[in-house]
């Protein structure tokens, strides 16, 4: 069986400050690209960051409550 288009529950674990992440899917082949993919972005606007000694702060100004 290939569990890769299989759907359920998984757990990444960051092994140098022991956080973890639970997360669901439909098909883990898929949604582990996708988290490959969000941190190779994530990755690249770091060194951006750095190579041009860009600062930035985040702040939160508001929050929107949607009626479902």
């Known amino acids: ?3 890769t ?5 998984y757990l990444i674990t960051n092994k140098i400050n ?3 992440y639970v997360g669901s899917t439909h098909n883990f082949k898929m949604r582990w ?3 490959v993919s969000m941190l190779i972005e994530k990755f690249i606007l770091i ?3 750095r190579i041009l000694g860009i600062n930035m702060d985040r702040k939160i100004l508001s929050f929107l409550y949607l009626k479902p």
């Open 18 to 20: 022991n956080k973890k």
């Open 1 to 3: 069986m290939d569990i």
């Open 33 to 35: 690209r996708s988290h």
């Open 5 to 9: 288009n299989e759907a359920g529950i």
């Open 47 to 49: 060194l951006i960051y």
